[in-house]
């Protein structure tokens, strides 16, 4: 569980590393808000990012910190979900707009998973 309720003015936020054995692959990511399960007006992609390919098997990582007004988390609860997709593929969303971490047929997402606190007023 992540405490995002800081006291004082210094953010808090998760930092992740990522690495890919296939170094010149492109890497689609996706912080994602209080999914899964998809929930209408709750769930959705607060960041997407690409990385692009690299000479170097580890990327460099990565920073999120999510907060009331930029990512839109609902002031309904106290307790959200976190999720962060990643694949070397673009993202299908259109396919299915609920499904937020979903890949074309065939290719791998890869995902992390955290539990925040973080009350919005």
Not at 22 to 48: C, E, G, K, Q
Not at 96 to 106: A, E, I, K, M, S
């Amino acid at each position: 569980m992540l405490d995002f309720g800081a006291t004082g003015n210094a953010p808090l936020g998760l930092e992740v590393g990522l690495s890919d054995p296939n170094a010149p692959d492109n890497l689609y990511m996706r912080w994602i808000i209080d999914y899964p399960p998809f929930v209408d007006s709750v769930s959705h992609v607060a960041l997407p990012l690409t990385l692009p390919g690299a000479s170097q098997v580890e990327r460099p990582h990565l920073w999120f910190a999510p907060n009331c007004s930029d990512d839109a988390l609902s002031r309904d609860f106290s307790g959200h979900r976190l999720l962060l997709a990643v694949s070397d593929r673009p993202f299908a969303s259109a396919e299915d707009p609920n499904r937020l971490d979903g890949v074309p047929p065939g290719n791998y997402v890869v995902e992390g998973a955290w539990t925040f606190n973080l009350t919005c007023p």
